[in-house]
């Protein structure tokens, strides 16, 4: 990549006509915005009927996942209905390990299933010389997409986080407490920081790919970073994510970067502070005045509201969202989840949660 390739791929076009990316991107000194940008965790997805009519056509959640025409558009279907002011790439973490060559499906009704890695020699199975040969019909889904949103629709590419996909690598599915990658991190220390440092970098390449394809900004999901101990999140969450954030910025240096360490507690602060990045998602379970007070300072915030309260609805939704809004109007702040909107969620319950943000930030 030449260098004049990349500073045009970091380049914001329209930045001060996109809600969400010029807030990831303004001085600490500028204006808030009136209303906080808001979007959501798997807005696009299952509780939306248009979703299962293209996930129909699509077969298999692989093959939608690596349909470029089709991920776009079930990408494109919450802007379309809601306004949101970013979209996220419809994909899916284990396109990573597909890539690097470990066997992944997706069994109806039950999850994914992989091929375990018990040991080095399934490791050394894994070939990260390869991977564009998957990435590359993500990084088409990425294109089409910038060139169908809305000018002033902010475009989030994502990956998981080395140490939460590495938990389905190495189980082979998902677990209630991630079990087998912590045991292969005490037992075999050496392959299992193989395995990290190889996702380290091929998340780097990953990344940048989405974002020469178009994407502005980018989110790192770390969704079972809670299960370590302080020591063992250190390892195996905090410092990978130094180093893509770093890696990836060699690169890009002003595609802002999300971080979210979910139910993490405490250890969000150092996470903020030893990554530096531009913006922190903040699960369901943390204190509004403490995100206010320990965080907002550092960082923006993104979060919280709980995906069960959007579920149900009613007057306890509008009146979290006016609290949370209240809370955190003083500091940036970006409308969220604290995780992924939850399949069973009325699509009226989302539009009615925009309603609410809009007028409680009025």
Request: net charge negative.
């Amino acid at each position: 990549m030449t260098g004049e390739q990349t500073e045009k791929s970091a380049e914001q076009p329209n930045q001060h006509h996109k809600p969400f990316l010029s807030l990831l991107t303004q001085k600490e000194t500028d204006p808030l915005p009136s209303s906080p940008p808001v979007w959501m965790m798997r807005q696009a997805g299952r509780y939306l009927p248009e979703y299962r009519e293209v996930r129909k056509q699509a077969g298999g959640f692989l093959n939608l996942c690596y349909n470029p025409e089709l991920a776009a558009e079930v990408t494109i279907q919450p802007i379309r209905r809601y306004g949101f002011d970013a979209a996220i790439l419809f994909s899916d973490i284990l396109v990573v390990p597909d890539a690097l060559g470990q066997s992944v499906r997706f069994e109806t009704g039950e999850g994914p299933r992989l091929d375990p890695l018990a040991n080095a020699a399934d490791l050394a199975r894994l070939d990260p010389s390869n991977t564009d040969k998957i990435f590359s019909h993500v990084y088409e889904t990425v294109d089409r997409i910038k060139s169908e949103l809305p000018d002033e629709t902010t475009l989030i590419g994502f990956c998981g986080a080395p140490f939460t996909v590495a938990t389905y690598m190495v189980a082979g599915r998902g677990t209630p407490d991630q079990a087998p990658a912590r045991m292969m991190a005490y037992r075999d220390r050496d392959s299992f920081q193989k395995l990290i440092d190889m996702l380290v970098d091929t998340s780097i390449d990953y990344l940048r790919g989405q974002i020469d394809a178009g994407a502005e900004v980018v989110q790192v999901f770390d969704s079972w970073a809670s299960v370590l101990s302080d020591d063992e999140f250190d390892q195996w969450c905090l410092e990978p994510m130094v180093r893509i954030c770093n890696g990836l910025r060699q690169y890009h240096p002003q595609v802002p970067i999300i971080g979210f360490p979910r139910a993490v507690g405490p250890l969000y602060r150092r996470y903020v502070e030893k990554t530096g990045v531009n913006a922190v998602g903040c699960d369901t379970s943390l204190p509004l005045e403490w995100m206010r007070d320990e965080l907002q300072p550092l960082t923006v915030v993104q979060g919280n509201l709980d995906p069960i309260l959007l579920l149900n609805g009613g007057p306890q939704l509008e009146q979290r969202v006016k609290r949370i809004i209240e809370t955190l109007s003083g500091g940036r702040h970006i409308f969220n989840l604290g995780h992924g909107i939850i399949k069973e969620t009325p699509p009226e319950h989302v539009a009615q949660l925009v309603e609410y943000i809009r007028a409680a930030a009025g």
